[in-house]
């Protein structure tokens, strides 16, 4: 698919960058062809006027204007034809110059080219009588093939040029295509082995429950853990459509002044007991008055997310620390710091990635590496960033947002 997306892509800037070379060149020929031919058509009909052809014996003195081969048909009265001028043209074949009036009177212009000649004509009226001018288009037409080729060799020249830089324009904006493409893939690769285990273990008790020398207790058990698994799927499918719908920018649809310091300060109660159960301390310190614009309950979540990530990997006996503060004069930073097993730089940008789990043992105990994802798109959708750092072996969660 990204293959034929990029050729389609080649083809039509090509097929533009083709008509417009076209287009350009063909308004290069045509200026070019009315430029010769108006400048032509000038120059005959300066010599057709020039007084020295009233006056045979200064036939030497020619106006500059003139630039090409010519010769002039006197058309007389009684219809006879009598030549001046010439250059290198034989004028002494009375038949050939009687010829030649007689196809440039059939002409309904005053001006044409006999083809078969390689001659334009023009004609003109003076007080001398009607007077044919012909003159030499082969330099002319010289100069259009010249002009011709040279183009078709520009033409050439950047249609290569341009089809190197198309294909370089593809790979470029195909990129985002294709990283989205793989990350959909390992994205249905990744739901899909987090859905098999579930699903394995809610088969095998259903299986359980359909023997008929299973006691009452057995059973009991079978349901629990089908009960238990069940819910489990529920909290994954649940994130999944959390993240489909921040992929289609419906996440923090509607928005208000959101009192930040008290949703932190609210959010931190109910972790106190869990954390003292897993033998850690919370510690918090909330600046007052901080108040931000989005979604309460959005940015609710985005807290719990990263207390139940401290919980989850802080190492114990330990504390974890709660910060919120201001950070310059129009922004706030939320801290969740605890003690826990070093990230590397790689680790600490993947853990925002769907799926991802520093200990893939945490998909037993309900965690399916997509809280953190989910508080990327929250975060971002209320125009924030968050990011992690490890260093002294404490992992640090920052949160900025900007204050309303």
Excluded at 78 to 93: K, M, N
Excluded at 222 to 249: C, K, P, W, Y
Excluded at 314 to 322: F, M
Excluded at 334 to 345: E, G, I, K, M, Q
Aim: proline share 4%; with cysteine.
């Amino acid at each position: 698919m990204l293959k034929r997306l990029r050729l389609k892509f080649v083809v039509i800037n090509m097929t533009i960058v083709t008509a417009m070379l076209c287009v350009i060149f063909a308004l290069v020929y045509h200026s070019t062809r009315v430029d010769l031919e108006a400048e032509n058509l000038n120059m005959m009909r300066a010599v057709a006027a020039f007084p020295a052809l009233d006056r045979p014996g200064r036939l030497d003195e020619l106006p500059e204007e003139v630039r090409l081969p010519y010769f002039i048909l006197q058309i007389e009265e009684d219809g006879t034809v009598s030549a001046f001028g010439g250059g290198y043209y034989d004028l002494s074949d009375q038949d050939f110059l009687q010829a030649l009036a007689d196809q440039a009177a059939r002409r309904p212009s005053d001006t044409g080219v006999l083809e078969e000649y390689g001659l334009r004509f023009c004609r003109v009226s003076t007080p001398m009588g009607e007077r044919l001018v012909f003159s030499d288009i082969s330099s002319e037409r010289a100069t259009l093939n010249s002009l011709v080729r040279t183009c078709l060799l520009i033409g050439s020249l950047s249609f290569l040029v341009f089809l190197g830089l198309s294909l370089l324009l593809a790979r470029w904006a195909v990129k985002p295509v294709e990283l989205a493409w793989q990350q959909q893939r390992q994205f249905v690769a990744d739901a899909s082995h987090e859905l098999k285990t579930p699903l394995s273990v809610i088969m095998t008790n259903a299986e359980l429950l359909q023997g008929t020398s299973q006691d009452g207790a057995e059973s009991a058990a079978a349901a629990g853990h089908i009960l238990t698994v069940s819910r489990q799927m529920r909290e994954l499918v649940e994130g999944l459509l959390e993240l489909a719908r921040a992929d289609g920018g419906l996440i923090a649809a509607d928005r208000a002044a959101v009192d930040w310091s008290a949703v932190v300060s609210d959010a931190a109660l109910p972790f106190e007991p869990v954390f003292f159960e897993r033998g850690l301390t919370l510690t918090t310190h909330v600046r007052p008055g901080l108040t931000v614009w989005g979604c309460a309950d959005q940015l609710r979540q985005v807290v719990d997310i990263l207390l139940d990530n401290a919980q989850k990997y802080a190492l114990a006996p330990s504390t974890v620390y709660l910060h919120l503060n201001r950070s310059g004069h129009s922004r706030c930073l939320l801290t969740v710091d605890n003690r826990a097993a070093p990230l590397s730089p790689q680790g600490l940008r993947d853990i925002f990635k769907r799926f991802y789990r520093t200990d893939r043992a945490r998909s037993q105990d309900g965690s399916f590496g997509l809280g953190l994802a989910i508080a990327r798109q929250i975060v971002s959708a209320h125009r924030g960033r968050i990011w992690a750092e490890s260093r002294e072996g404490r992992v640090r969660f920052y949160i900025e947002l900007p204050l309303r």
